[in-house]
């Protein structure tokens, strides 16, 4: 997958999050109806994310896909 540019790239390629752009220009990803159990978290998973911009969104969401494998 190419890295998403925009953030209706972002929310496209990553369905399962809703993505948004704060007032301080961070972007940020949290998960759409799904709670983690304590367990998952222990394995890294996380329910919301922030980067600086959208291609470093991008790879931590790619890194919260593999940690569900």
Not at 1 to 6: V, Y
Not at 8 to 33: E, H, K, M, Y
Not at 51 to 69: F, H, K, M, N, P
């Amino acid at each position: 997958m190419s890295t998403p540019q925009i953030l209706a790239d972002l929310q496209s390629a990553f369905p399962g999050w809703c993505i948004w752009r704060s007032s301080d220009q961070r972007v940020w990803a949290t998960r759409n109806g799904r709670h983690l159990s304590a367990d998952e978290i222990e394995q890294g998973l996380c329910e919301t994310l922030s980067a600086d911009d959208v291609s470093q969104l991008a790879e931590q969401l790619r890194t919260q896909e593999g940690l569900e494998l």
